[in-house]
């Protein structure tokens, strides 16, 4: 009896002793954990993302739903996004470019920023090559597409054609510079009109009072392909696209041959770095290391590419670091690709206007 109990009291001694140290070795993960999660330079912080985008559009949508996921990824941060659009672009950015150190601001910006910086130079008051990027949210995948009726043959002489009739956001948004600029390097003949929100573009397009229309194949409105109310004519990008415009033809197979080739290529890679996420230059080298590494989480979260999905958006992120360099070299490139993108804009606009402006020689 006596050595039943004392076994019973040695194997209960064990298996509390394990047990003890279960505790305490989950006591440790935790504490880490809670410790790890109080160092970061994001807890207890308000970070702000700003976005000029279409309110419920694409770049809107996405600066929501990664603004909840960070919330997630950063217990403790407070993330609100401020949609200025009535500000403009360059008010917006201004004012994120000049925050102070001590502040967490971001902003939203896609391809008509990086044209405006390309054509305009230092009468910028900001240089986006100077804003750290925390990452490139998808590809925009701008493409160009007919109503029912309209078609555009690129083997065709461009005076043999009907002109094309695009409605664009202003003369600063990307469907603008776009539209311009495919002018000079191929033979279309788009005519843009200014002035218009995306859901005007899209009823007009659909009443027939436009022929054409420049999206980019991340937005919803995509879907007006699998209606069968939109062909995609040509897609300008060089990444790859939703599979339901895989018959469109690409830019780099009906360019003019004569078409400067730095120019062609940068349209191209504009498009498909597409919408991007940048930092004040002042952002403390902490607290970017720590967006940049939740932004990479963030991208790879099922629960962010589902909300990303039920908003009818497709995700194609690029790290920070990779963006970085793209605006490095591209907004270095200096005087010589900034001429010559005000060329094909000034010639762009002649073949809208008339339709008879020769661009290359």
Known sequence: ??????????????????????????????????????SSPLTQQSIRIFTTGTPGGASDQFARTFAKALERDQPGASVTVQNLRSKGNVVVIKDVYESGSREINLTVISAGVIFDQLSKGDKLPFDLSKMPAIGSFTSSNFLLGVGPGADWDFKKPRAAQPQLRIAVHYRSASDYFFAVLLNAVTNLNILPAEGFETDVMKTMFLAGDLNAIMLSGTDPEAGLVESGEMKPVLLIGAAEYPKQF?????LSDVVDPKADQELVKTVQQVSDFGRLLLAAPKTSPEALSALRAAFLRISADPVYTSDLEAAGLASTPRPGEQVDVFLKQLLGEGTSLRLKINAAMECGRKIADNGSAQCFN
């Open 1 to 38: 009896m006596v050595k039943k109990i004392y076994l019973m009291r040695s194997f209960c001694s064990a298996t509390c002793l394990i047990a003890i140290i279960a505790l305490a070795l989950a006591a440790s993960v935790f504490s880490s954990r809670v410790q790890a999660q109080d």
């Open 246 to 250: 895989s018959g469109a033809a690409r």
